[in-house]
């Protein structure tokens, strides 16, 4: 049910769209007393509230006793007595992209979320909030970074979850090979080209690994990531040699369906050239 076009609720409608069924949209709503918040906890599937940038502690209190999916895309600071109670959320998805800092005490309140953490907001991650965040078990979204130092990517390699770096558009070697320690899917679709340094490093990653940005791929970054163990996606990749398909042919995890249509579809006709007498 898509409302966005309110800007403010009575605690009346808000009671009853609390016993609303399926997904509730309020993104245009800028504020959200105490009591709204409190009738609107009983809707049990998704709720947007993307356009509210300031919650009470006790509002949010509220906000996180509901279930499936949250999003406050608009909020931009979190309180650690809030952050303690969003932290103990047990929806699937939890939204907080508009928060662009944290500190290390709402960090360590946030990794005890364990499922789909969006924090795309972020444009910077000191060291000691990658270690909070990397305690997680949760899907981890960080889309808005841009830059990787090592000293992050070493700190995140603890990370016992998915992470999400596809604002990333470069990697060195050494943050590849911190990334690939991770024990959870890995999605770097930002990266565009994939150098065989950082395609050595990343073959020895264990789960998924999207790397939907890579175009082409040397004969070598082929061969390395065909060593990879998990699913591998390489949607946008078009440019490979007979080789370097070959090579990928060989890669043990759901593959076929993750490669380029074309790409796969002009290797089959070549195939079937051959083939004929």
């Given at each position: 049910l898509c409302l966005?076009?309110?800007?403010?609720?009575?605690?009346?409608?808000?009671?009853?769209?609390?016993?609303?069924?399926?997904?509730?949209?309020?993104?245009?709503?800028?504020?959200?007393?105490?009591?709204?918040?409190?009738?609107?906890?009983?809707q049990q599937s998704g709720l947007f509230l993307c356009g509210i940038s300031a919650l009470s502690d006790r509002a949010l209190m509220f906000?996180?006793?509901?279930?499936?999916?949250?999003?406050?895309?608009?909020?931009?600071?979190?309180s650690d007595t809030a952050a303690k109670a969003v932290g103990k959320y047990k929806g699937e998805m939890l939204g907080l992209s508009g928060l662009e800092v944290l500190s290390v005490s709402v960090a360590k309140q946030l990794a005890r979320y364990s499922g789909h953490l969006f924090l795309d907001g972020l444009r910077d991650l000191p060291v000691a909030i990658a270690e909070a965040l990397a305690k997680s078990k949760a899907l981890i979204s960080l889309?808005?970074?841009?830059?990787?130092?090592?000293?992050?990517?070493?700190?995140l390699a603890k990370h016992r979850g998915a992470l999400n770096l596809s604002g990333l558009t470069a990697?060195?070697?050494?943050?590849?090979?911190h990334l690939a320690q991770i024990d959870g899917d890995l999605y770097l679709n930002g990266l565009v080209e994939v150098t065989d340094e950082v395609a050595e490093a990343l073959g020895?990653?264990?789960?998924?690994?999207?790397?939907?940005?890579?175009t082409a791929l040397s004969d070598a970054a082929a061969k390395s990531l065909a060593k990879h163990v998990g699913d591998l996606s390489l949607r946008r990749l078009v440019t490979l040699s007979d080789v370097?398909?070959?090579?990928?042919?060989?890669?043990?995890?759901?593959?076929?369906?993750?490669?380029?249509?074309?790409?796969?579809?002009?290797?089959?006709?070549?195939?079937?050239?051959?083939?004929?007498?």
């Open positions: 966005n076009g309110l800007k403010r609720i009575s605690v009346e409608d808000s009671g009853l769209l609390g016993r609303h069924k399926g997904a509730l949209g309020l993104d245009g709503l800028e504020e959200l007393p105490d009591d709204v918040a409190e009738a609107l906890a009983n906000l996180a006793s509901s279930r499936d999916e949250l999003w406050l895309e608009g909020l931009k600071s979190l889309h808005g970074l841009t830059l990787l130092p090592t000293d992050v990517a070493e700190a990697l060195s070697p050494a943050v590849a090979k020895r990653h264990r789960g998924e690994l999207w790397l939907d940005g890579v370097g398909y070959q090579a990928l042919q060989q890669h043990d995890g759901e593959l076929a369906h993750c490669l380029n249509d074309q790409l796969v579809e002009a290797r089959q006709a070549a195939a079937e050239q051959g083939n004929q007498p």
